[in-house]
Each structure stands twice: as C-alpha cells, then as structure tokens.
Nanobody, 126 residues
Framework: VQLQASGGGLVQTGGSLRLSCAAS????????VGWFRQAPGKERDFVAA???????YYADSMKGRFTISRDNAKNTVDLQMNSLKPEDTALYYC?????????????????????WGQGTLVTVSS
C-alpha cells in the first residue's frame, strides 16, 4: 500500500496543525496506522498509532497535545497537533501494517511497520 502524508507546514509556538495520511487506491481496513517523527540528527520516534477497527496508542510524551483519529469519508488517519513547541519540529511520517493488531510497547518500533509515506515537514518557530 502506498501512503501519502500531508498537512505539514510552518507554525508559531502554541499553534496547531493537522496532518493526514492517505492510502493510495485502497482503504485502511484491517490496518494499524502510525505516525512517527524524525528531527535532524535524531532517531525516528513514535508518536501515535490507530487501529482502523478501533483503538489508539500514544507515546507517553505525546498524550494530551496530539490526537490521532480516522476520517471515514476521506479514508485518512489524521494527527491533530495542538500547543506546538519548537521541539516538535521534525519530518513526520505515517506508516502502516496489517501483520499485528494488538498494541504493545513493540508498537512504537519503526521496524514493526511495513509501509511508509514520504514524510511531511513540520516547523515550529519560537
């Protein structure tokens, strides 16, 4: 499945952005879809994941400001980011898999996902 991430941009500290992840030519039915981010010179970090049939999983540090959800009409998995901080600046990737369905601490590992989008850049200015 080909993934397309969109919605990134430049925002001031305290602002909000909504990212979307779309699957080309198919639905997300049966998939886990996750969001990761990677700042320059750093590792790719898990943000949140959603099981299309229901259920979400967040990195502890992302709870409260970030919300992952699905849009049935658009067939997208969205990441609403509020109260953004300069340290949120990163390339944000969406990823998907259908090889597992139960969230565990392993769900945060990039190698647990089989399909990746190209990334969308989020820049938060101070």
């Amino acid at each position: 499945v080909q993934l397309q991430a969109s919605g990134g941009g430049l925002v001031q500290t305290g602002g909000s952005l909504r990212l979307s992840c779309a699957a080309s030519g198919r639905t997300f039915s049966g998939y886990i879809v996750g969001w990761f981010r990677q700042a320059p010179g750093k590792e790719r970090d898990f943000v949140a994941a959603l099981r299309w049939s229901g259920g979400t999983y967040y990195a502890d540090s992302m709870k409260g400001r970030f919300t992952i959800s699905r849009d049935n009409a658009k067939n997208t998995v969205d990441l609403q980011m509020n109260s953004l901080k300069p340290e949120d600046t990163a390339l944000y990737y969406c990823a998907a898999t259908r090889k597992w369905v139960v969230f565990t601490t392993l769900s945060t590992q990039p190698n647990r996902y089989d399909y990746w989008g190209q990334g969308t850049l989020v820049t938060v200015s101070s």
